[in-house]
């Protein structure tokens, strides 16, 4: 079955970094046909978009993290990663991996991270 799985999360102080981690096993196909996510959801609030990167290498972030975040992937080694910078305790949340290609998609279990002022 397919597993993505998160790493990377932790708590880290006001202005710190921190390297998600999403390794891919189990696909249909290769993981470089495929469209990978991350989004991320914070108490009481709804699971927005972080960013994504298309299997044609087109980038997409939210308005919240353009500039301190950046995803990039690996397709040899089926990983996604999130290089998140200048973090801020409005970043606390649990991040989720995602992958999409056509009507399929499917999440990671999630990933805590949390900032302290």
């Known amino acids: 079955q397919v597993q993505l799985v998160e790493s990377g999360g932790g708590l880290v102080q006001d202005g710190g970094s921190l390297r998600l981690s999403c390794v891919a096993s189990g696909l249909t196909y290769h993981f470089s046909v495929y469209h990978m996510g991350w989004y991320r959801q914070a108490p009481g609030k709804q699971r927005e978009l972080v960013a994504s990167l298309t299997r044609s290498n087109v980038y997409n972030y939210g308005d919240s993290v353009k500039g301190r975040f950046t995803i990039s992937r690996d397709n040899a080694k089926s990983t996604v990663y999130l290089q998140m910078d200048t973090l801020k305790p409005e970043d606390t949340a649990v991040y989720y991996c995602?992958?999409?290609?056509?009507?399929?998609?499917?999440w990671g279990q999630g990933i805590q991270v949390t900032v302290s002022s």
């Open positions: 995602n992958v999409r290609f056509a009507n399929y998609t499917h």
